[in-house]
């Protein structure tokens, strides 16, 4: 299983990005897929995560409500979209799929930079 992250880039607080994630090599909807990032100096955290239909989302409390996290199993991608971008947000994400025996799978990372 290989995924593909995309769309980081250098943006002004309060701006929105929308990263996207194209997972290879497996059956799409039988993965739970989501994001993670690691910010400079720090540990890697969790972002938030989408369930194998798309129906269920959880985040991050620091997210909730700036950050929306989407599928498209037809297109065998997950998105994270982020609007309200903090300086806070600046790292690099990471997108992973995880499947039913729990094996976890990860994107190269994309690299979000939000300036004053």
């Known amino acids: 299983v290989q995924l593909q992250a995309s769309g980081g880039g250098l943006v002004q607080a309060g701006d929105s990005l929308r990263l996207a994630c194209e997972v290879s090599?497996?059956?799409?909807?039988?993965?739970?897929v989501g994001w993670f990032r690691q910010a400079p100096g720090k540990e890697r955290e969790f972002v938030g995560t989408?369930?194998?239909?798309?129906?269920?989302?959880y985040y991050q409390d620091s997210v909730k409500g700036r950050f929306t996290i989407s599928r498209d199993n037809a297109e065998n991608s997950v998105y994270l979209q982020m609007n309200n971008l903090k300086v806070e947000d600046t790292a690099v994400y990471y997108c992973?799929?995880?499947?039913?025996?729990?094996?976890?799978?990860w994107g190269q990372g994309t690299q979000v930079t939000v300036s004053s």
């Open positions: 992973y799929a995880t499947s039913y025996s729990l094996t976890r799978y």
């Open positions: 090599g497996g059956r799409f909807s039988d993965y739970g």
């Open positions: 989408i369930n194998f239909t798309g129906g269920s989302t």
